[in-house]
């Protein structure tokens, strides 16, 4: 049984699916119009960490996890103009980097990944929807979501009105019924990317995405929504209102969000300019493995500081996993450890399980976490020192094969006082770090 926290409820909740056969999990994904930063892995690492474990309880088929591109929006017209390019230039190369750069941290693609300038149609026809239920009204080539409009608006993040529009920072325009009111269509100048629409040539709202995206793929009502914190107003809020006044329908039974990662007392962000990225990261030689890890060690929900400390001491850890799983095959995930997932995602309890593992049961384990992914001895060889040992090994074997023993021993006892234990085998010789 997994339990889960809900946001919406504000507790932890036995997570029960409404069809355990086809469950549905929606991630709001990129905005591509830059590389990606550490604080926006961490989502995609928690959530594919938390489609792991329901396709180890439920079945492999049992899971559709959707994950969105928003591929038009003003940061990426604005990012298109300065280049002088197209903006699909822009979304593509980004979209790209996104990819190779979460598949790094050992990120599998999700099942479905809407593209919201392929889903025009699905957007406006719930707009229309929208409109003709008295949910919003078109004025100046706009479309606004009438917030008033609905009683339980608010429900999610539990603000009362005026922090709702003071936390929106909205756009006081005059066209607007209500200040809280937000944009579902809005105009694009000549120029500017658009499409045709029932209110003149324009561009979606980014809410009102994944909504449309939302039914459109995986039903009225779906099991997990996902996201950072920062998502859960207005972004989710308006998700919620726009899609239960469309049908009717609560939009999602569990309402799951990270917590920001640190950098010192400030959250890591593109706006403060103080970002750490997995390609500058994964350029400096550390492995993806290492930065999953470390994107893991903290609870989902908390705060995580990210420091050198941190990856350094990943690093260690999972250098040692290597040693105490060796080349064993995966056996067993250990009950203690899928406990500690089965509880809300307690990585950092789940991590200090697996310290005291080892073998097929460690292997297994870690697995679940998309952790030791790799074999023992491709782990190590990525080692730093590596081409100094595989030289002295090297010279060893030749000084074997001229049956010079004494300075093969003496290579062996030199690497060994380094902590490098060699090991010989019908493929030659590896290596290990003690
Ligand atoms: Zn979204």
Redesign the pocket.
């Known amino acids: 049984m997994i339990r889960l926290h809900d946001t919406l409820t504000r507790e932890k909740r036995e997570f029960v699916p409404l069809n355990p056969e086809r469950i549905t999990m929606y991630v ?1 994904g990129p905005t591509v119009y830059g590389r990606a930063h550490i604080g926006n892995a961490r989502p995609a690492v928690v959530f594919d960490t938390l489609a792991r474990l329901i396709r180890h309880e439920f079945g492999d088929d049992s899971l559709v996890y959707a994950r969105n591109v928003t591929d038009v929006d003003d940061k990426i017209i604005a990012a298109a103009e300065a280049e002088g390019i197209d903006p699909s230039v822009i979304t593509d190369r980004y979209e790209r980097h996104y990819l190779e750069d979460m598949r790094a941290l050992g990120v599998r693609d999700p099942d479905l990944a809407p593209h919201a300038t392929q889903e025009i149609g699905p957007m406006t026809s719930m707009i229309e929807r929208l409109v003709e239920l008295g949910n919003a009204y078109a004025v100046e080539g706009h479309v606004l979501f009438s917030v008033p409009s609905d009683p339980d608006y608010g429900v999610l993040s539990k603000r009362d009105r005026d922090a709702m529009i003071a936390g929106a920072r909205v756009e006081v325009a005059p066209y607007k019924r209500d200040p809280a009111d937000f944009v579902l269509w809005k105009p694009s100048p000549e120029g500017v990317i658009g499409w045709d629409s029932p209110w003149g040539r324009g561009r979606p709202g980014w809410h009102v995405e ?1 909504s449309a995206m939302i039914e459109r793929h995986l039903g009225e009502t779906i099991d997990i929504h996902g ?1 950072g914190l920062d ?1 859960i107003f207005p ?1 989710h809020e308006n ?1 919620i209102a726009q899609s239960r006044s469309a049908h009717g329908a609560p939009l999602a039974r569990y309402w799951v969000h990270n917590g920001f990662v640190d950098m010192g007392a400030e959250k890591m962000s593109k706006s403060l300019g103080n970002i750490v990225t997995p390609s500058e990261l994964l350029a400096e030689g550390h492995k993806g493995e290492t930065l999953r890890l470390a994107l893991l060690s903290a609870h989902y929900r908390s705060p995580l500081p990210w420091t050198d400390a941190l990856v350094e001491q990943s690093k260690t850890l999972l250098d040692r996993f290597y040693r105490a799983a060796g080349d064993s095959l995966p056996g067993q995930v250990d009950e203690a450890f899928l406990q500690a997932l089965r509880d809300d995602l307690n990585t950092p309890l789940a991590l200090s399980r697996l310290s005291s593992l080892d073998g097929g049961t460690l292997k297994a384990s870690a697995a679940l976490l998309g952790l030791l992914q790799v074999s023992a001895v491709e782990w190590f060889q990525g080692d730093t020192d590596a081409p100094a040992i595989e030289q002295r090994i090297a010279d060893r074997t030749e000084a074997k094969k001229s049956r010079d023993f004494a300075t093969a021993d003496r290579i062996r006892d030199e690497l060994k006082a380094e902590g490098i234990i060699l090991e010989d085998g019908p493929g030659g010789t590896t290596w290990r770090r003690e």
Do not use: F, V, W
């Open positions: 709001c994944c996201g998502l972004h998700e």
